[in-house]
């Protein structure tokens, strides 16, 4: 069956770093891939969606690379500020269905 | 949170007893959904709704029941049947396309005593 890891419950990084996000994925072969935003107690937020045939994705500070071969994807954010502290997760289209499957979230703390 | 409201954000129940989740939108998506989120575990797929009058079983559907009357309106009903039913709940819409984004409501966080 599917499966999605995303690599670490937490991750702490110091304010103007680069942090970096991983969601990796089994037994399947998505055409696209999404990563979403939450903020504690909030409802998800969507960021970006890659395709498949895209190895890339850009949208201000935000970075998605999407290795098909590796079945991986990395979430970058540049220059971090403490207002990127949030949980970030991925999402795959379930095989079969017209519905998402998502990750548990990564918990992003940039530390000023 | 945009053109979707859920209501209220905090729940309180008794055990044994049901519960609906109010979830309304504006934004004129034909698919609305139902998800369930417990600390350190992804959100689950409770049930969804592709058009008025129809809707399907999600992931975890048992203890659960929904209607979809009107296009604004899917509301969820915690059913006694429900075990562990204290959780966060949020619905969303997806907007028409392949690519299947979803927009989030603000959620309802239900707890049963």
């Known amino acids: 069956s599917q499966k999605i890891e995303q690599n670490s419950e937490a991750l702490n990084i110091q304010e103007g770093k680069t942090a970096t996000l991983t969601c990796n994925y089994t037994n399947y072969s998505p055409a696209y891939l999404q990563w979403y935003r939450q903020d504690p107690g909030r409802g998800p937020v969507f960021l970006l969606l890659?395709?498949?045939?895209?190895k890339e994705k850009r949208k201000e500070r935000l970075k998605v690379t999407f290795d098909t071969t590796l079945k991986q994807s990395l979430f970058h954010i540049t220059a971090s500020q403490p207002a990127d502290s949030a949980t970030y997760l991925c999402a795959l289209p379930q095989t079969g269905a017209n519905n998402l499957f998502f990750g548990t979230g990564t918990r992003l703390t940039v530390i000023p | 949170d945009g053109g979707i409201t859920q209501s209220p954000k905090y729940l309180f129940r008794k055990e044994g007893q049901n519960v609906t989740l109010s979830c309304e939108q504006n934004l004129n998506h034909d698919a609305m959904y139902w998800y369930r989120q417990d600390p350190g575990q992804g959100l689950r797929l409770i049930y969804y709704?592709?058009?008025?009058?129809?809707?399907q079983k999600g992931d975890i559907a048992e203890g659960y029941s929904v209607s979809r009357e009107k296009k604004e309106s899917f509301p969820l009903t915690v059913t006694s049947a429900q075990k562990n039913p204290t959780a966060f709940y949020l619905c969303a819409t997806k907007k028409e396309g392949p690519y299947n984004e979803q927009f989030f409501g603000p959620g309802t966080r239900l707890t049963v005593l």
């Open positions: 709704s592709q058009i008025v009058n129809d809707f």
């Open positions: 890659i395709r498949e045939n895209e």
